[in-house]
């Protein structure tokens, strides 16, 4: 240990705990920061993070009452009350939410200057959170849960549903590790690494008068499509995308705006787990990102084909807090993240490539 580093950040969760009282005047008899007891701080951290007093207790190893203690003496020496018990949880007063950000980065700069312990995979016991939704469950959660099963088989992983919940705000509340999908805005807050990119791609069912020739436009005016939204205007999506807390998430999955005016879109589902089940008794074609049509191409019993027209190219990132960066073991799942994505062999330059082939086969025949 460095003690003149542990000294210093020390000294800096003090100084930032003093600038967050701003102005206010509160007596040296009722916080004195030196000899405030920064464990106290830990429990507040988690506690805010948790929102549950039972939760928190088992995340620091701690009895219920211990917690309940310890954030007694600390609204004592703030003067504050911090959280208020609902029926929710425990609630935040407005003090703890502005404490909130610069106590956990503080608290992090003491980790950093003390000396993170090496993380060791095949050792150790956590639980990672996870939001994806389906599509992304289904490409890539089912390939990384066996890359943790053989790197680091005491690791629980656990998936949440990204279109159902306050994304942002789970991040923030470090209830969610990572979260993987198709974003348009990142605040700075956040930290993000690209994954894969990808275009659109159709899927029909094996047997389908097009399932032996490319596509072509005048195709899509003779049979409907089916397509997968996860939230429209009604909900307050702009252009594709719902954005909660200044981050903006995917919230269609296909291009609208470059689908052609004869092409008729007769579905639209709320998720992807049922395409092949819509698409084995009908002629309709499924427009979807396309790893997504070629994984129902590999183990759904469809066929896939390419676009005859240009579709837009994304970025699938895995997103998390700017807290995080730092940690071992959440550095570690990042790179087995990466790992993974890398073996999927997903190429939208390379599935363009194809959709231009198809496209002049296609020109050709009708010549």
């Not at 159902?164 to 805005?185: S, T, Y």
């Amino acid at each position: 240990m460095n003690n003149f580093q542990f000294t210093w950040a020390i000294r800096c969760v003090r100084c930032k705990l003093r600038g967050m009282m701003g102005s206010e005047k509160i007596s040296p008899a009722r916080m004195n920061l030196d000899r405030l007891d920064l464990n106290l701080l830990r429990v507040f951290n988690v506690v805010y993070e948790e929102r549950n007093l039972l939760r928190a207790a088992k995340r620091l190893n701690l009895s219920q009452s211990a917690i309940s203690h310890a954030l007694g003496r600390l609204r004592e020496s703030l003067g504050d009350d911090l959280f208020v018990r609902t029926g929710n949880g425990m609630q935040p007063t407005a003090r703890a939410n502005a404490m909130s950000a610069p106590l956990h980065s503080a608290l992090i700069q003491i980790g950093n200057a003390v000396g993170n312990e090496p993380f060791a995979p095949a050792t150790a016991e956590r639980e990672f959170v996870i939001a994806a939704n389906d599509y992304i469950t289904l490409v890539l959660v089912e390939r990384l849960q066996l890359r943790l099963q053989e790197l680091a088989p005491r690791i629980n992983l656990v998936i949440r549903p990204s279109t159902r919940i306050d994304l942002a705000g789970q991040l923030d509340l470090g209830r969610i590790d990572i979260a993987v999908g198709v974003f348009a805005e990142l605040p700075p807050r956040f930290g993000a690494v690209s994954l894969w990119r990808q275009t659109d791609a159709l899927a029909m069912r094996p047997g389908h008068p097009l399932a032996n020739r490319a596509v072509a436009l005048e195709d899509l005016a003779a049979y409907p499509l089916l397509a997968v939204s996860l939230g429209g205007a009604e909900e307050g999506a702009v252009d594709g995308y719902l954005s909660e807390r200044g981050l903006a998430r995917e919230s269609e999955m296909f291009d609208r705006a470059a689908l052609p005016e004869a092409a008729r879109l007769r579905m639209l589902l709320p998720h992807s787990l049922a395409v092949p089940a819509l698409l084995r008794g009908s002629d309709m074609l499924a427009v979807l990102p396309e790893p997504l049509s070629r994984h129902f191409a590999q183990s759904g019993g469809l066929c896939q084909a390419a676009l005859p027209y240009e579709a837009r190219r994304v970025q699938v990132q895995a997103v998390w807090h700017a807290r995080s960066g730092d940690d071992p073991a959440h550095i570690w799942l990042r790179g087995v993240i990466q790992q993974t994505t890398n073996a999927l062999g997903i190429d939208a330059d390379a599935m363009t490539r194809r959709q231009s082939t198809e496209a002049q086969i296609v020109q050709a025949h009708i010549e």
